[in-house]
C-alpha cells in the first residue's frame, strides 16, 4: 500500500501529527532516571518496577545488543539525542528486553533530525523490541524485526524486514473477552443441566 502525500492526506493526518508531536515533546520533558551517554557495545542496563527514563546520546552497535532489564508491568521511555545504528549479521543483536518487561512498554523517543534509526545485516539479526517514535527523522529497516510499532516521519525497509506490532488492549475489550468467556461457561454449564 502506498500513502501519496497530498493536501487530502495533510489535513486527515494533522491530528495524529500533532498528538504523536505532543507525546513525544512530553517524553522527552521527563527527567532521566539513568544516563547512559553513547552506547557503542553490549551492555545489559538493569531498571527498576514503575516509568523509567534513559537518556541516550548515539547508539552504534554492531553484532552487540543493548538488553533493557525491568520486571514485569515496568516502563522504559528511552529519549535518544542522536541516532540509532545497528549493524551486523548474527542473531540476538539490536535493543532487546529481559526480566520481564514486554515490547507494549518501551518507547524509542528520537530526538534528534535526519537519518536517526537505521539497521543491516541479514536475517533480521536486529532486534528492536518496542516502539519507535521518530517524527523528526526516517527509520531504515535493511532488514530487521521491530517488536512493536514505527511512528515516523519517514520509512524505508528491504526484503525480510518485519515489523510486529505489540497490542495494547483496551480496557473495554477486556470487559468484552471477560462477559464473553462467562457466556461460554454458563452455556457449558447449562448443557450439563440439560
Request: aromatic residues 4%; contains cysteine; charged residues 10%.
Amino acid at each position: 500500500m502506498t500513502i501519496v502525500q497530498n493536501s487530502s492526506t495533510n489535513a486527515f493526518l494533522a491530528q495524529a501529527v500533532t498528538d504523536a508531536t505532543n507525546e513525544s515533546n512530553a517524553l522527552a520533558a521527563l527527567t532521566p532516571t539513568v544516563t547512559l551517554g553513547n552506547v557503542t557495545s553490549g551492555e545489559t542496563v538493569t531498571l527498576s518496577s514503575g516509568e523509567n527514563v534513559v537518556s541516550v546520546g548515539n547508539i552504534n552497535l554492531n553484532q552487540a545488543a543493548l538488553t533493557l532489564s525491568a520486571p514485569a508491568g515496568a516502563t522504559i521511555i528511552v529519549n535518544v539525542s542522536g541516532t540509532i545504528t545497528l549493524a551486523g549479521g548474527s542473531q540476538g543483536n539490536g535493543l532487546r528486553l529481559a526480566g520481564g518487561v514486554t515490547p507494549n512498554n518501551v518507547f524509542f523517543n528520537i530526538l534528534s533530525s535526519g537519518s536517526n534509526v537505521t539497521t543491516s545485516g541479514g536475517g533480521n539479526a536486529q532486534d528492536i523490541q518496542g516502539t519507535i517514535l521518530d517524527l523528526q527523522g526516517s527509520v531504515g529497516l535493511h532488514p530487521a524485526e521491530v517488536d512493536g510499532q514505527i511512528i515516523a516521519k519517514d520509512f524505508s525497509s528491504s526484503s525480510g524486514a518485519l515489523v510486529s506490532p505489540v497490542p495494547v488492549p483496551e480496557p473495554s475489550a477486556w470487559v468484552m473477552m471477560l462477559g464473553g468467556l462467562g457466556l461460554l461457561l454458563c452455556l457449558q454449564r447449562v448443557r450439563r443441566v440439560f
